[in-house]
């Protein structure tokens, strides 16, 4: 019932599916039926999706985001239709921008598993009312998606220092911890959502866990080396 409620992967969800433009209609701004101003969120996650859109290839006016009450049937049809037009105009998704669609998709498939780091690295901004409405355009920058990405944080296991405790395998919210009993324990990267649960989880006396910023990962330890030799 609130344009709030829309997440950024409902949306990126859409893309991946194929589906050519995506249309949110919210509350006039300052007009929240449920107090809980989650228009404004909603404006901001747009805002936000539009930049990484640009930054992966995709054009971003292929997701709008419309404010109207529900009495404005006029308001509702004029501008579904206008965006309709819009869609038709640059055609199927990747094929107007001229991208391939395996690489399309590979990229859609990357930005959804790190919506939940994106979400927490931008929590502040998209949770502050943008009161100025000349700084719509400006909210969010193509260098701030670049420096998001490239500075990208991921999280690695000593292979030296894991002790096979098990804390963090249980911890991890998407079981992207390849765990088991006296095994020394590695992250999946493709699996990872960079919540960090894992570094704050490992106990102190091990600090097994490291936090890399914009750097690559390790490769894993082999799968035959993994066994914890006692000592
Ligand atoms: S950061 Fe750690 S706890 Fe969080 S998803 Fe990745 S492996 Fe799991
Ligand atoms: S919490 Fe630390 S020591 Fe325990 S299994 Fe995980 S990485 Fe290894």
């Known amino acids: 019932m609130c344009s709030g409620r829309v997440d950024p992967a409902h949306v ?23 107090l809980t101003q989650g228009n404004y969120y909603a404006q901001n996650m747009v805002l936000l999706l539009r930049k990484i859109m640009e930054y992966i290839g995709l054009n971003p006016e292929r997701l709008k ?25 640059l055609g199927p998704l990747g094929r107007g921008e001229g991208l391939e669609k395996e690489a399309l998709k590979s990229k859609l498939a990357e930005v959804s598993r790190l919506i939940p780091y994106i979400k927490v690295m931008k929590n502040e901004k998209l949770r502050t009312p943008l009161l100025n409405r000349e700084e719509v355009d400006s ?42 009993k006296k095994q020394i324990h590695v992250i999946d990267q493709e699996k990872c959502i960079k919540c960090g649960t894992c570094l704050e989880a490992c106990p102190p006396k091990f600090g097994a866990v490291t936090k890399i910023v914009g750097e690559p990962v390790p490769p894993p330890i082999p799968e035959e080396k993994r066994a ?3 000592g």
Do not use: Q
């Open 228 to 230: 914890l030799v006692s």
């Open 12 to 34: 990126i969800r859409a893309f991946y599916k194929g589906i050519d433009g995506v249309f949110i209609g919210g509350c006039h701004l300052n007009e929240c039926n449920y």
């Open 139 to 180: 909210y969010f920058t193509i260098d701030e998606i670049d420096k998001l990405f490239s500075e990208m944080v991921s999280y690695y296991i000593d292979p030296e220092k894991c002790r096979a405790c098990m804390t963090c395998a249980r911890r991890c919210p998407v079981e992207a911890i390849i765990s088991a």
């Open 65 to 89: 985001i419309e404010f109207m009450s529900g009495s404005e049937g006029n308001v509702y049809v004029e501008a579904v239709n206008s965006f309709v037009k819009k869609v038709k105009e």
